[in-house]
């Protein structure tokens, strides 16, 4: 995805979610869905999210068990975001990733072991339009995704071909 937008456009999208501090994040369990919410991370978004989790929680085994995650994001936009999630154990992602806040919120370190990322690779991302900036939004959407830009809705639900 990154390769079809140009760094003003990739910005543009951030601009949606990067002053929402908290995302809800719906994952699959047997009993149905259920939703929780999560830290922002404050990081360009370029079609992937990134939370951090620890492994002995119900997210992480529902992850591990079914890939089909939402994310929700409600501000000054409110943008709602389909995608697979996937466990990153990368030793250098969560450095990269990591703030002192998260040593307050999870009582670790981001060299724990047991202190894991969760990627969610976006596949659709639908949004309601709160003002001129999200038809911007929209319209880089489509565009990116060969669809037409003539549509007049409120909301928008655009699919994501990665």
């Not at 997210?59 to 709602?80: F, P, R």
């Not at 806040?101 to 894991?116: G, H, K, L, R």
């Amino acid at each position: 995805m990154s390769n079809m937008m140009n760094q003003e456009e990739i910005e543009t999208l951030r601009e949606l979610i990067k002053d929402i501090d908290t995302a809800m994040l719906t994952t699959v369990t047997e009993e149905g869905l259920v939703s929780r919410p999560m830290k922002t991370q404050e990081v360009e978004f370029d079609g992937d999210l990134w939370f951090f989790t620890k492994k002995e929680t119900n997210k992480y085994d529902e992850i591990l068990h079914d890939q089909d995650v939402n994310v929700a994001y409600a501000g000054k936009s409110y943008v709602s975001v389909r995608g697979k999630a996937e466990i990153v154990e990368d030793l250098d992602k969560k450095k990269e990733l990591w703030s002192k806040a998260y040593e307050e919120i999870m009582q670790s370190s981001y060299d724990d072991p047991n202190v894991v990322l969760i990627k969610i690779k976006a596949e659709a991302v639908e949004y309601w339009e709160t003002g001129n900036f999200t038809k911007k939004i929209a319209f880089l959407f489509k565009r990116m995704s060969g669809q037409s830009t003539k549509s007049t809705d409120v909301n928008e639900t655009v699919e994501l071909n990665k």
